[in-house]
Each structure stands twice: as structure tokens, then as C-alpha cells.
């Protein structure tokens, strides 16, 4: 269903990100992200003094994150083909601190930890956050052993960890009964674990 039909308006700004996982050959996988800021009118930089054209890249960056089946990092590439200053694109490098990291609870706010403010570029650091369940979506798409998909181990990782998977709702219900909320054989509070204040 589309969203409603908004107000009159007009566009100010476009930004596009698109990320792919990619099964490699030899059994690692590459995450590959792009985002692409434009404007559709000039735009003054404070680093020129003409503006930058209408429909020119403000941002154009990229990051290949590669990975193992444990979502180890191996290794990790990034590229920034339209920055507003030049000294932007020396903020790729500092995204190897990641290398050896793991992609599991925790990563956004390490992410943060590790290349907030000054330590790396803003927008390269936001990007890895989404790459991380681009990378999850990915792999475990081609996963085919599904007592490990509905498992235990699986069961703890998904369960409250977004709306659907609620442990008062009827998905957890379905795939995991022995942990649905408000169950006598459940292992949660009937609340779910929430609490109000």
C-alpha cells in the first residue's frame, strides 16, 4: 500500500543507498554499499567558490565490508568519489579499525564507539550500521539447515529483537511457543519484559 497522498511540495534533497551481499567463490562474502547525496538546484560549498551544479554528487561513497560465515570481518574498502572538501577522502582508511570485528549484538553502538566525531567520516560510519543486516539477510539467505534457522540459538537472538518477533506475538507463538510470553510452559513474563514508568 502507498502512502498517502502527500501536500503540495517540492524536492530539496536526494540521497540514495543501495547495498548487495554477494556470495564469493571462495567462500567469504562481500557487502557493498553506495550512497549518493544530490541537490536539485546549485549548491554553495563552503569549500568553492562556485556552486555545485543541480543533480551533481555532494556524496558519492562507497564501502565493500567482506566477511566470513561467522561475520568476522576480513577485510573492509571504502571509496569517496564526491565529498564537499577534499580532506574527506582520506577518511576512508579509518574504517580498518573494523577489520576482525564481529557482526552480532552490539555492532551499532561499537561501530559509533570506534569512528564517532572526528575519528572517521559521519556518513561512511551511518552506512555501516544497515550493512550489518544487509549482511545477515544475505547469508542466511543461503543457509538451507533449518533446525539451526529455528533453533535455540536462533530463538534467543530473535525474540524481542524487533516487532515481529515480539514474544507476545503471534510469530513467536508459531515458531517458538516455549518462549511465547504469558505461556505456562513460556520462559518470559506475560508482559513480554516490558516495563512502563
Same mark, same amino acid.
Given at each position: 500500500m502507498p502512502l498517502p497522498e502527500?501536500?503540495?511540495?517540492?524536492?530539496?534533497?536526494?540521497?540514495?543507498?543501495?547495498?548487495?551481499?554477494?556470495?564469493?567463490?571462495?567462500?567469504?562474502?562481500?557487502?557493498?554499499?553506495?550512497?549518493?547525496?544530490?541537490?536539485?538546484?546549485?549548491?554553495?560549498?563552503?569549500?568553492?567558490?562556485?556552486?555545485?551544479?543541480?543533480?551533481?554528487?555532494?556524496?558519492?561513497?562507497? /564501502? #565493500?565490508?567482506?566477511?566470513?560465515?561467522?561475520?568476522? /570481518?576480513?577485510?573492509?574498502?571504502?571509496?569517496?568519489?564526491?565529498t564537499p572538501w577534499p580532506l574527506?577522502?582520506?577518511?576512508?582508511?579509518?574504517?580498518?579499525?573494523?577489520?576482525?570485528?564481529?557482526?552480532?549484538?552490539?555492532?551499532?553502538?561499537?561501530?559509533?564507539?570506534?569512528?564517532?566525531?572526528?575519528?572517521?567520516?559521519?556518513?561512511?560510519?551511518?552506512?555501516?550500521?544497515?550493512?550489518?543486516?544487509?549482511?545477515?539477510?544475505? /547469508?542466511?539467505?543461503?543457509? #538451507?539447515?533449518?533446525?539451526?534457522?529455528?533453533?535455540?540459538?536462533?530463538?534467543?537472538?530473535?525474540?524481542?529483537?524487533?516487532?515481529?518477533?515480539?514474544?507476545?506475538?503471534?510469530?513467536?507463538?508459531?515458531?517458538?511457543?516455549?518462549?511465547?510470553?504469558?505461556?505456562?510452559?513460556?520462559?518470559?513474563?506475560?508482559?513480554?519484559?516490558?516495563?512502563?514508568?
Amino acid at each position: 500500500m502507498p502512502l498517502p497522498e502527500p501536500s503540495a511540495r517540492r524536492s530539496v534533497h536526494h540521497r540514495v543507498i543501495d547495498m548487495q551481499t554477494y556470495a564469493r567463490e571462495d567462500g567469504l562474502y562481500d557487502v557493498e554499499a553506495r550512497l549518493v547525496d544530490r541537490k536539485p538546484f546549485p549548491f554553495q560549498l563552503m569549500s568553492s567558490d562556485d556552486p555545485l551544479p543541480a543533480g551533481e554528487a555532494l556524496h558519492d561513497l562507497w /564501502i #565493500r565490508l567482506t566477511v566470513d560465515d561467522a561475520y568476522v /570481518i576480513r577485510d573492509i574498502v571504502a571509496a569517496s568519489d564526491s565529498t564537499p572538501w577534499p580532506l574527506c577522502k582520506e577518511a576512508t582508511d579509518t574504517l580498518r579499525v573494523l577489520v576482525g570485528e564481529r557482526i552480532a549484538r552490539g555492532w551499532t553502538a561499537m561501530v559509533k564507539d570506534r569512528l564517532r566525531g572526528a575519528a572517521s567520516c559521519t556518513h561512511l560510519m551511518e552506512m555501516l550500521v544497515p550493512m550489518a543486516t544487509t549482511a545477515l539477510q544475505g /547469508i542466511r539467505g543461503l543457509q #538451507r539447515d533449518m533446525p539451526l534457522l529455528m533453533g535455540e540459538e536462533r530463538a534467543r537472538e530473535k525474540i524481542d529483537s524487533c516487532f515481529a518477533f515480539g514474544r507476545d506475538r503471534e510469530v513467536v507463538k508459531m515458531l517458538w511457543p516455549q518462549h511465547a510470553a504469558g505461556r505456562p510452559d513460556g520462559d518470559g513474563p506475560p508482559d513480554g519484559g516490558r516495563t512502563t514508568a
